[in-house]
């Protein structure tokens, strides 16, 4: 059962934008915080950035802070990852995910339990 879809993907140049986008069901927006995290071949997987699950804490790697917005939209039943300013270093496949983390455990992958498919963004110089 997919309970984590992640669209919105491509192909863009640097300096360019796009918007990912995971839809989730209405009882895990309600239950979890939300995360996206990136997976570039060769390396491990790291986090992007949390929505916590009031919505109204966000928090960012310092790779993308200033660059990334992220953002739950309860009427879509989804979660948002706008990405400004990109640049070939965001090239990766990036994944939702959902889970009960706290402060101290939120940037680690391991805090989340529900795991989406993943949308590959590739960013050319």
């Known amino acids: 059962q997919v309970q984590l879809v992640e669209s919105g993907g491509g192909s863009v140049q640097a300096g360019g934008s796009l918007r990912l986008s995971c839809a989730a069901s209405r009882e895990i927006l309600s239950q979890y915080s939300m995360a996206w995290f990136r997976q570039a071949p060769g390396k491990e997987r790291e986090f992007v950035s949390v929505?916590?699950?009031?919505?109204?804490?966000?928090y960012y790697a310092d790779s993308v802070k200033g660059r990334f917005t992220i953002s739950k939209d309860n009427t879509k039943n989804s979660v948002d990852l706008q990405m400004n300013d990109l640049k070939p270093e965001d090239t990766a496949r990036y994944y939702c995910?959902?889970?009960?983390?706290?402060?101290?455990?939120?940037?680690?992958?391991?805090?989340?339990?529900?795991w989406g498919q993943g949308t590959q963004v590739t960013v050319s110089s």
């Open positions: 929505i916590r699950l009031s919505g109204s804490r966000t």
């Open positions: 995910a959902a889970g009960r983390s706290i402060l101290s455990t939120m940037r680690s992958s391991s805090a989340y339990n529900i």
